[in-house]
T-cell receptor
Framework: DTGVSQNPRHKITKRGQNVTFRCDPI?????LYWYRQTLGQGPEFLTY????????KSRLLSDRFSAERPKGSFSTLEIQRTEQGDSAMYLC??????????????FGQGTRLTVV | GENVEQHPSTLSVQEGDSAVIKCTYS??????FPWYKQELGKRPQLIID?????GEKKDQRIAVTLNKTAKHFSLHITETQPEDSAVYFC???????????FGRGTSLIVHP
C-alpha cells in the first residue's frame, strides 16, 4: 500500500495517560497535516508540516498536544494527560507540489482514540 | 482564518434523482476547492476539485461550480445511485500553505 499509513488504527487509554500516534505519508509528499474528526463533523485542522518544519498550528490546539516530523518523513502526534474530550478520530494527510499547484490532500485511515 | 459553511447537513433522494450540496467560504484569498467523499468507517477521498481560475468542472455524473464573487461553490450529482450514499465534505484553501478548511459535511442517502 503506497498511500498514507497511520498507526495504531485504534487506541483505548485511561484519562490522564499519554498517547502517541504515527503517520507515514506518501513517500514523495513534503506536506503533512494532522486533523481531528468527531462524529458528525468535518475534519478539524490541528497542525501542518512542510518537510520537517512545523509551519502552522491551530489556535484551538491545547498545549497538551505536540507533533513532530524530525526527518521530514513520518510524523508523530502526542497527546499528554488525555481527557475524555480528546476522544476522536485523528486523521493524517499529505500532499505535494505539482507544477505551480498543490495536489489534493491524501488521507490516511485514521487513528480512533477512546479515552475512558 | 477561513470559515466554510455547508448545507444541507442531510440530503435524502430517490435513486436517479439529482443531488446538490452547497458551500460558502469567507476568505477571498482561497483559490482551491476540493470535495471529499467519506464512506462509513473509511478515510475521506477526493472526488472532484476546482481551482479559482475556472467556474465549472465536470467528471461523469459529478460537477462542481464556483462563484468567486459570491464566495460559494456547489457539488452536483446527477443520476444518483445507492453507492453514492456517504458523507460529502467541501473544503477551501489558499495556494500557499494549502491547508484545507472543511465544512461540517452532508450525509447523502440515496434510496433504491
Amino acid at each position: 500500500d503506497t498511500g498514507v499509513s497511520q498507526n495504531p488504527r485504534h487506541k483505548i487509554t485511561k484519562r490522564g495517560q499519554n498517547v502517541t500516534f504515527r503517520c507515514d505519508p506518501i513517500s514523495e509528499h513534503n506536506r503533512l497535516y494532522w486533523y481531528r474528526q468527531t462524529l458528525g463533523q468535518g475534519p478539524e485542522f490541528l497542525t501542518y508540516f512542510q518537510n520537517e518544519a512545523q509551519l502552522e498550528k491551530s489556535r484551538l490546539l491545547s498545549d497538551r498536544f505536540s507533533a513532530e516530523r524530525p526527518k521530514g518523513s513520518f510524523s508523530t502526534l502526542e497527546i499528554q494527560r488525555t481527557e475524555q474530550g480528546d476522544s476522536a478520530m485523528y486523521l493524517c494527510a499529505s500532499s505535494t507540489r505539482q507544477g505551480r499547484s498543490n495536489t489534493e490532500a491524501f488521507f490516511g485511515q485514521g487513528t480512533r482514540l477512546t479515552v475512558v | 482564518g477561513e470559515n466554510v459553511e455547508q448545507h444541507p447537513s442531510t440530503l435524502s433522494v430517490q435513486e436517479g434523482d439529482s443531488a446538490v450540496i452547497k458551500c460558502t467560504y469567507s476568505d477571498s484569498a482561497s483559490n482551491y476547492f476540493p470535495w471529499y467523499k467519506q464512506e462509513l468507517g473509511k478515510r475521506p477521498q477526493l472526488i472532484i476539485d476546482i481551482r479559482s481560475n475556472v467556474g465549472e468542472k465536470k467528471d461523469q455524473r459529478i460537477a462542481v461550480t464556483l462563484n468567486k464573487t459570491a464566495k460559494h461553490f456547489s457539488l452536483h450529482i446527477t443520476e444518483t445511485q445507492p453507492e453514492d450514499s456517504a458523507v460529502y465534505f467541501c473544503a477551501a484553501s489558499q495556494g500557499g500553505s494549502y491547508i484545507p478548511t472543511f465544512g461540517r459535511g452532508t450525509s447523502l442517502i440515496v434510496h433504491p
